[in-house]
Nanobody, 111 residues
Framework: QVQLVESGGGYVQAGGSLRLSCAASGSIISMDGMGWYRQAPGKQRELVAQITSVGYPYYPNSMKGRFTISRDSAKKTVYLQIDSLKPEDTAVYYC?????WGRGTQVTVSS
């Protein structure tokens, strides 16, 4: 009964910015634990950012600096702001909450 829908991906030149959105619907009682993952061709899916169980944003060390996760609990929406995009950021970005996954949104960065 939970559905996650990502949006905001697209084509952008290196150095540009994107803001991804994940709209959740269904019986969601908390945004805590919701996060963003990405998967590039030939690579494993990796965590980009996550809202912890205490509502604080978490970023792996490799993701710190250019990524910002935020949320609007009233709208049941989480966002991922990506600044200074690089070609290596090219991937499908997925929204996750517990066992639920969105279909993903493609981000392509040209040099």
């Amino acid at each position: 009964q939970v559905q996650l829908v990502e949006s905001g991906g697209g084509y952008v030149q290196a150095g540009g910015s994107l803001r991804l959105s994940c709209a959740a619907s269904g019986s969601i009682i908390s945004m805590d634990g919701m996060g963003w993952y990405r998967q590039a061709p030939g690579k494993q899916r990796e965590l980009v950012a996550q809202i912890t169980s205490v509502g604080y944003p978490y970023y792996p060390n490799s993701m710190k600096g250019r990524f910002t996760i935020s949320r609007d609990s009233a709208k049941k929406t989480v966002y991922l702001q990506i600044d200074s995009l690089k070609p290596e950021d090219t991937a499908v970005y997925y929204c996750n909450l517990d066992a639920h996954w969105g279909r993903g949104t493609q981000v392509t960065v040209s040099s």
